[in-house]
């Protein structure tokens, strides 16, 4: 769905077009409502962040996956 988002704003289907819009959108809308872009700093490419992240409770820790 983020991806499909970026699409539309972008209004191309040309790649180099979307990934440029990609990496200048702050907010993108998500399933579970506004997410933010963050994580290109630890992880090299921008990524949508939303709340609630999905969780797994493994022998009572909670991991996020």
Do not use: C
């Not at 769905?1 to 998500?30: C, G, H, P, Y």
């Amino acid at each position: 769905m983020i991806l499909a988002k970026v699409i539309q704003a972008a209004q191309s289907f040309d790649t180099t077009v979307v990934r440029e819009k990609w990496k200048k959108m702050d907010t993108v809308e998500t399933v579970y409502g506004p997410g933010h872009m963050s994580g290109e700093k630890i992880y090299g490419i921008r990524q949508a962040r939303s709340h609630p992240e999905p969780s797994i409770l493994n022998k009572g820790q909670v991991k996020f996956g």
